[in-house]
Nanobody
Framework: QVQVAESGGGLVQAGGSLRLSCVAS????????MGWYRQAPGTQREFVAN???????NYEDSVKGRFTISRENVWSTVYLQMNSLKPEDTAVYYC?????????WGRGTPVTVSS
């Protein structure tokens, strides 16, 4: 059973920064892909960014140049550095870890950006 736990969310003013962290544990197999989705109230969950075990990254267009995803493979840990935050970035951010064909999800961490 893979457990995924996020941390680092909070309240920040527009233009500020936050760093989210996520740790995957409980499997002898490390995640091949880890990433982030987000869900704002009344909307569907949307892709934000992901990173492969080889370090290849993908970003949703609206966060390119502002968000940076990175990972520590040894610890199955992924980070999302979020800069120049905007009110429209307000959402619950969910981390996932892809292990042996299954996406394992965390419970989410809320991010609120005030204008």
């Amino acid at each position: 059973q893979v457990q995924v736990a996020e941390s680092g969310g909070g309240l920040v003013q527009a233009g500020g920064s936050l760093r989210l962290s996520c740790v995957a544990s409980g499997s002898i197999f490390g995640p091949t892909v880890m990433g982030w989705y987000r869900q704002a109230p009344g909307t569907q969950r949307e892709f934000v960014a992901n990173i492969t075990i080889d370090g290849m990254t993908n970003y949703e267009d609206s966060v390119k140049g502002r968000f940076t995803i990175s990972r520590e493979n040894v610890w199955s840990t992924v980070y999302l550095q979020m800069n120049s935050l905007k009110p429209e970035d307000t959402a619950v951010y969910y981390c996932y870890a892809h292990v042996r064909g299954i996406n394992n999800w965390g419970r989410g961490t809320p991010v609120t950006v005030s204008s």
